[in-house]
Structure formats: C-alpha cells, structure tokens
C-alpha cells in the first residue's frame, strides 16, 4: 500500500491579512451530488458542466463505475455519462459511506429499473440525520421499502405517481423522491417540499432531459412521469450558494474587499441581509457580489431556516466571522441537532462561545490567536479556516478531508485573495 495512504495534510494559515481581488465560484456540491445520480434515469449519454473538482463528485463517479455505468470525466471541464450498460442496483457499504448523497442512488436507481440496495449514507455528523421522509416518498410511490443491518434495500414492479405530503421539509427528501418519480406512471406531487436552489437545478435537469417537473423552489412541486429521457445538450450546474457565502464571509472577517463572480445574488439574499446588518458593504450585480469591510462589525442575531431563510450550512461559518464582533451575537440552530461542534475547536483560539442545546452565545473578544485545531464536519472546517484568517500568529487546520468533501480547493481561492495559507503534507 503506497506509504500516502497514510500521509496526512494539514492547512497552516497566518491571519492579519484583509483579502483582496476578484474570485470565480465553483459549481453547486449540492447540486452536483443530486444531479449525477439523475443521469441514470437517462435513456442515452448525457454530459453535465460546471463540477466542482471535490470528493463527493469523485465517489459518485466510482459509484456509477460501479453499477456499471461508463463515465468520462474530466475535472473542471465535464463529466459525459452513458447510463445503458448499467445493470447494477446495489452500492457497496464502502461508497455508502463515502459521503451523505449517496442515498440519492436510491431515487435514481428506482427510477431507472425499480430495485435499489444503499447502505446508510455517510457524511457530516452533525445531528442524526433520519431519511423516514425519503423512505416514505418511496413507499407512496408503490416501492416496498426495507431497511436491516444499516442497508436499504427498495423494490417495485411499478411506480405510480401520487401526492407525497413531507411531514417536515426536507432537502434530501425532496431531490429523492423527484429522482423516483421522474419515471413513475403518472403525475406525482410533493408537498412541504424544500426550495433550495439545487431542488430547482435538479428540477431543471430533469427538463432539459424531456420530463415534466413544475413548481421547483415552491413548496408544492408537481412531476409527471415520462417514458423516456434524452439529452439533448450538456447541462451546467449553478454555482454553489455555500462557496459563494464563504467568501462573502472571509471577506467580511479580514476587513477585506472581495468581488465573487459566477455567483446568483438572489440565492443569497438571507446572508446579503445579515452582513449588512453586521455593517458590512455588499454590493449586488448580474452574476457577482462585493463584499467589502471597514470598521468593527456589530453582534448580530439569527436564526437557521429552510431556504430561502438563512443557511444552516453558512452558520458555522458566520459564527466563525462574529467572534471578535462588539457584543453578543445569539445563534439558533434550527435544523440540526448537533451542528455545533466546531465550537470547541473554536474556543481553543481563544473565542468565548457558550452553547445551550440548539443556542449558542458569541461574547465577542478582541483578539483570536493561531492554534492547533481539527475539522469536525464540512462547514465547521471552513469555520476553522476563517477564523485563522483573522487571528494573531499561525493556525493549524488537520483532518482536512471533511474539507475537500465540499470546496474545490479553497486555500487557492483565499491564497489568491492575499492570505498566508498552505496546504502540506506532514
Ligand atoms: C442537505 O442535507 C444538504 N446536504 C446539507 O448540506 C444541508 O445542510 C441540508 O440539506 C439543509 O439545507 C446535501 O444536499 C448533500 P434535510 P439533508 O433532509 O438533505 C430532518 C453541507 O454542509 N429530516 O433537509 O440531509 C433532518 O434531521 C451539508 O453541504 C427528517 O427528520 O438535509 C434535519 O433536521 C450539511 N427526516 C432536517 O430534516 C428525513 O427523512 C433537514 O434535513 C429527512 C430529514
């Protein structure tokens, strides 16, 4: 086994330095993960842009390879799929794990022969994460659904759309069941469906591929199931709303002046609102936003909702901007149960946070200074990052896979900004 397998990275970052310059954003990784298990429900070859270069998109290649599927992909240029050979249904335990989006091949795999076997997915830990609506979508649809030793298995001769009525709003939910209704006899719709904007891009896929999705980014969305799907030209994916938020947010915390290009303003409009009112200046254009920051930033208070409320995905990154602000800042996190956990990596660099279940209180402090520190999830590990741009001395970033799952190399968007940041291996 090659002695890298056992080489780890760690991020070393010296903070003090106001970002400055223009940056391009990567595609959408929410978006990407829901829209590559979607080409197996396409009847020919189908080519999709815009990737991001991250390893979530990796272990979907391998998992299509897997199933049988030809893929051709070139990072950062584009992935062609030719779903015909596949006559795979199941995904092993290993690729389950690989990241949270792997229970879309559940969808997909229903839709595209009506049999389905994931293990649980994998991804951040960061609450318990049940799937019950997914599997209830399924099980409306006509599928007899199992779950035994942490597998999923899903059967049916026949999918037959009908109206699925979420009990609580569900990203996930919401992109598996479209995935298995694509193809289901007759129109089925969702209720309490999530509005993300990768719910619409997914939604948009599916169209430019002959089925009949409406009502994407509304929470009742209506797909009527289609004999056949073709593709008639490469499909692009949105940027990523997350990437887009982080270097909005890098640039408010080092008082800098940054101009994000290739991004959507009105995906972010919730976090727009907040660093305006945290004092920061945003400036809104086509498809770019700058962000620019002088003075001290004012404690702000907010609370995570589904879309379009504010992201519980840039909450640990906002906390991570806040933590020298004058004041309280107060966070509710109502989506997650467990989405706090880099606050203990947080509160090594010297930040004064106290959580209470689903609150946590920022006492702003004047300084932050560089330490040792571990990425617990995605987010939190962008939280880490951020918080070392605007700390006194050296911060170290380890565990750094957690990372790499979700931005397409963002030490070289932050490098290219002016900050002292590296990647090396120890
Ligand atoms: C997606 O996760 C994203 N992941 C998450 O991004 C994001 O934080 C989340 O949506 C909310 O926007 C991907 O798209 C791959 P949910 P998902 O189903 O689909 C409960 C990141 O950092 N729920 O909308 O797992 C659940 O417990 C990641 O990019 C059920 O109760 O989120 C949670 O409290 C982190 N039963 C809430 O709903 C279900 O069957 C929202 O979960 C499903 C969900």
Redesign the pocket.
């Known amino acids: 086994m090659p002695d890298t397998m056992f080489m780890k990275e760690r991020m070393l970052i010296t903070g003090g330095h106001a970002l400055q310059g223009t940056v391009h954003i990567s595609g959408g990784?929410?978006t990407a993960?829901?829209v590559i298990p979607a080409t197996l429900l396409c009847d020919e070859p189908c080519t999709i842009e815009n990737l991001p270069d991250i390893s979530d998109v990796h272990a979907l290649v391998d998992i299509l390879c897997s199933l049988g599927a030809k893929v051709n992909y070139e990072p950062n240029r584009f992935m062609t799929v030719d779903p015909r050979p596949a006559e795979g249904w199941q995904v092993s335990y290993r690729d389950s794990q690989r990241?949270?989006?792997s229970y879309y091949l559940l969808g997909a795999l229903l839709g595209r022969r009506g049999q389905a076997e994931v293990y649980q997915p994998g991804?951040?830990e960061?609450?318990?994460?049940?799937?019950?609506?997914?599997?209830?979508g399924f099980r409306m649809l006509g599928a007899n659904v199992e779950q035994m030793g942490g597998r999923i298995k899903a059967k049916a001769d026949v999918l037959t759309g009908t109206d699925v009525v979420f009990?609580?709003?569900?990203?996930?939910?919401t992109?598996n069941v479209m995935l298995a209704a694509a193809k289901a006899h007759g129109t089925t719709i969702i209720y309490n469906a999530?509005k993300?904007p990768?719910v619409v891009d997914l939604a948009n896929f599916l169209n430019s591929m002959g089925c009949r999705v409406k009502g994407a980014g509304t929470d009742v969305i209506r797909i009527r199931g289609v004999e056949k799907l073709q593709s008639r030209r490469p499909y692009a994916v949105i940027p990523d709303q997350?990437e887009t938020g982080t270097l909005m947010i890098a640039a408010a915390a080092t008082h800098g002046d940054v101009t994000i290009c290739g991004c959507i303003p009105t995906h972010m409009e919730a976090l727009t609102a907040k660093l305006l009112e945290m004092g920061a200046r945003v400036e809104e254009r086509d498809d770019a936003i700058r962000v620019r920051s002088i003075g001290d930033h004012r404690a702000v208070t907010f609370k995570t909702q589904?879309?379009p409320g504010f992201?519980?995905?840039a909450q640990p990154v906002l906390m991570a901007a806040l933590l020298r602000s004058e004041g309280c800042t107060v966070f509710v996190e109502n989506?997650?149960?467990n989405r706090y956990r880099h606050v203990d990596e947080l509160s090594r660099m010297g930040a004064e946070i106290r959580v209470a279940g689903r609150v946590a209180v920022v006492n702003g402090v004047r300084t932050l200074h560089g330490a040792a520190v571990k990425c617990t999830?995605?987010?939190g590990g962008a939280a880490l990052v951020i918080a070392g741009l605007s700390a006194e001395g050296t911060t170290r970033v380890t565990e750094l896979t957690h990372i790499d799952r979700?931005y397409d190399a963002i030490e070289r968007d932050l490098a290219a900004l002016g900050a002292q940041i590296r990647r090396e291996t120890t």
């Open positions: 990784k929410n993960v829901a990241l949270r989006a991804g951040c960061i609450g318990s994460r049940p799937i019950d609506q997914h599997l209830k009990d609580c709003v569900s990203v996930g939910a992109i999530a993300e990768h997350i589904v879309y992201p519980t995905d989506i997650f149960e999830d995605l987010r979700g």
